[in-house]
């Protein structure tokens, strides 16, 4: 069974820090590229962050990017999302999930259209 969990959110205050985890279990961690999708109250789930295991690709919407480092443990089966310069617009609930296609834009848009379950995710929630 394909299992993702997600901790490490939390209350910060506007250019605070926060570094989210997703342990992977289930499937060969390895063959797939992990994405982070985050989903903020009244708003639609978007793909934000992935990284590819084979090549270490890394992609990053332009909302996050230079902001946000995504890296990945494989020994751990885990993927990480470092969150810094925290913005009142980063409030939402924050899910993994393995991709069915490359890491990437249209990989991270893809897979938001095929997955039907998720983890619990976990709250974000920065303050102004």
């Known amino acids: 069974e394909v299992q993702l969990v997600e901790s490490g959110g939390g209350l910060v205050q506007a250019g605070g820090s926060l570094r989210l985890s997703c342990v992977a279990s289930?499937?060969?961690?390895?063959?797939?590229?992990i994405g982070w999708f985050r989903q903020a109250p009244g708003k639609e789930r978007e793909g934000i962050s992935c990284?590819?295991?084979?090549?270490?690709?890394?992609y990053y919407v332009d909302s996050v990017k230079g902001r946000f480092t995504i890296s990945s443990d494989n020994a751990k089966n885990t993927v990480y999302l470092q969150l810094n310069s925290l913005e009142p617009e980063d409030t939402a609930v924050y899910y993994c999930?393995?991709?069915?296609?490359?890491?990437?834009?249209?990989?991270?848009?893809?897979?938001?259209?095929?997955?039907?379950?998720w983890g619990q995710g976990t709250q974000v929630t920065v303050s102004s």
């Open positions: 289930g499937f060969t961690f390895d063959d797939y590229a």
């Open positions: 999930a393995p991709l069915s296609r490359i890491c990437g834009d249209y990989g991270l848009k893809y897979s938001l259209r095929r997955i039907t379950s």
């Open positions: 990284i590819s295991q084979r090549d270490d690709k890394r």
